[in-house]
């Protein structure tokens, strides 16, 4: 046991406390993400550098969280929903939290300089600094439109795979980027409507909080119908063929159809967000499954078994 400066009890952390400071369950999505856009690229990567990119990019995105965790600890501790985290909790030191992030940050850029070249070490850079300083410090507490501009914090990973693999920056990694940025704000809005008491009690000006719900619900439903044509784009742009072209319709006609009533509902009936919640849970698999597709159609025509 420890005293801060704050004179606040810490309780010495353990590793599982250090994973958490990663956000692990975040960092799923985000190493899918990567390794199918790694997969999906047209070329070759050695399986050696193609692991120690996806590991760079895991690694990063765990020191961006960390330092997250960090500079929100204050914030993290006056919500429900994060104030189990190791910092607030009292479970790990805040300046050992910052240490952290810095050393997996600063870790995961030089090894993928040295295994990828420095081109990707740059785009992992321009991720980290997106979310741990563009969204943390400046967009989240500033406004509403913190999470889409800050959406694309988390989409980097595709593009950073396949750009590894090819080593150019083409239309086809950018359009990765732009489905991944089009479809945050519905995701992360139906997340926030169920949350919006802790935003407000800590004066983070969430969408639901500023504009209202009645207003996010719209706008979820409108950001469902533009996410379709990003999705389909890399279909009729003409790099990839029906197997991702008739999954992306097919995934995008069910995200219109979970966040229609999302969009249209006019009462809080019950107040139990059902909708919500429903779309919230859809919008992660229909991100697993899009990218996966990507992969799945790569690899049939890798084999020869479409055209």
Known sequence: MMITADQSVVIPSDWRDYLALTKPRVMTLVVFTGLCGLLAAPGHIH??????????IAVGAGGA???????EAEIDAQMK???QRPIPAGRMDRRNARDFGIA??????IVMGLAAGWLVAALLVISIVYYAVVYTIWLKPRTPQNIVVGGGAGAFPPL????????????????LFAIIFMWTPPHF????????TDYAKVGIPMMPVVAGEASTRRQILIYAILLAPFALAPWYLGGF????GVSAALLSLAFIGFSLPVGLR????????????????????????LFAALVADRLAANAGWIA
Request: proline content about 4%.
């Open 189 to 196: 809005w139906a997340l926030a409507l169920f949350v919006k």
């Open 241 to 244: 063929g029906l197997i991702y």
């Open 160 to 175: 950073i795979g396949w750009i590894a693999v090819t080593q150019e920056v083409t239309l086809m990694p950018i359009v």
């Open 65 to 71: 969280a960390a330092l997250n965790q960090w500079y």
């Open 266 to 289: 006019r009462s809080e009936e019950g107040d139990a967000m059902r909708p919500e919640r429903k779309l919230f849970g859809f919008s992660i698999l229909y991100l697993f499954a």
């Open 81 to 83: 929903r994060t104030a």
């Open 104 to 109: 997996l940050s600063a870790g995961s850029v």
């Open 47 to 56: 399986p050696v550098i193609g692991f120690a990119v996806i590991l760079c």
